[in-house]
């Protein structure tokens, strides 16, 4: 027994004794050799284990919710839902305020069918609190094979705390829906997500509209939760004509303005739709549109999420670094993350009321452009 002991006593010390490596991060590549030499059940982790573990460890050190180093299978399926198509229950969530709320459900899903609306907060995930995870752990918990449950602890703004089981499902977005109101001769436009195709579809949706007899466009950013920065410049380009859509600034930036693209669509009466759930690259196209002056907002406060992320690196396995690399401002230099928009014409969110009472103030206001612009006759 003595012998034993003075056995992992000796190899202790040989271990402990040997040569320090040195550089800031040379205690990391000691962490690593101790627990190849030591873990009672090194073979039940692979290295690749133990480096994705390190390079989590030191994204989450940083304290934000929105930079996350992706493994590969974890990085596949973030590029899926950024391009609208994935297995979940539908909804957008971000961190706010310390606690995982939800940006939108999407229309369709389970997430929505089920009554889940914006500003909900997640508290639990199947029994497990949400609090102190990131938003991709938490995404993690909630996606799943479709077919399968999961439930979720449901807490709304007002303070009611439900359960909500849902079935996830094999979720498809389509990022742009569009119609045009004959009896009003209005376009309706609803952006749903900011993918790299959306440009296209409302670039395809404005050009195909009766432009010698339309009164005004309502562009619908409601439960938006943003999606790819250069898809809202590209958007918001078809009604700024000239000038700043936004202002980045960060290490990689300095204080770097995007422009618009250029316009060739007529300047008709815009009425912009937001609410909170409008967020990110949404809130972009909203700030533009409002400091320039070619049309207002109608609704309710936008969610306030002025950061940028960025996929910074892409290994090749396959795994990749997304980190927040700076936050932007309006083109009025107006500061977004945290505070949000303010609308132009305020609506009061009435669960109850009939119809749509944002939408009904917007061919409202777009009515009254039209009336003021008809010409006076004179006897």
Known sequence: MRRALLAVLLVSFIVIAAPKKTGLFAPLEEIYELIRYYYYRVEDVTEKDLLYG???????????????????EEYQKWQEAVEGEYTGVGMEIAIKKGKVTVVTPFPDTPAYNAGIRSGDWIKAVDGVPTEGLTLEEVSSMIRGP?????????????????????????????????????????????IILFAERT?????????????????????????????????????????????????????VYGFRPYYSR?????????????NEGTASGAEIVAGAIKDHGVGVLVGRKTFGKGAIQQIVREFPDGSALKLTTGEYLTPAKHRVHDVGIEPDIPVEYDPDAEGDPDIDAAVEWILSQVKEKEPVSTP
Do not use: C, H
């Open 262 to 274: 250029g316009n060739a669509f007529p300047n008709l009466p815009l009425a912009v739709l937001v």
């Open 146 to 190: 479709e077919g399968t449950e999961v439930t979720l602890t449901v807490v709304s703004p007002e303070g009611e705390e439900r359960e909500v089981t849902l079935v996830r499902a094999r979720i498809v977005i389509q990022p742009v829906l569009s119609e045009y109101w004959e009896d009003k001769k209005i376009a309706y436009i609803r």
């Open 199 to 251: 440009p296209a579809e409302v670039g395809k949706a404005l050009y195909t509209l009766p432009l010698d007899e339309l009164n005004g466009i309502i562009l619908d950013l409601r439960n938006n939760p943003g999606g790819l920065l250069s898809s809202a410049v590209d958007v918001a380009s078809f009604f700024v004509d000239e000038g700043v859509i936004l202002y980045a600034q960060g290490p």
């Open 54 to 72: 390190a390079m989590k460890g030191m994204v989450e050190a940083l304290g934000d919710p929105y930079s996350v180093f992706f493994t590969p």
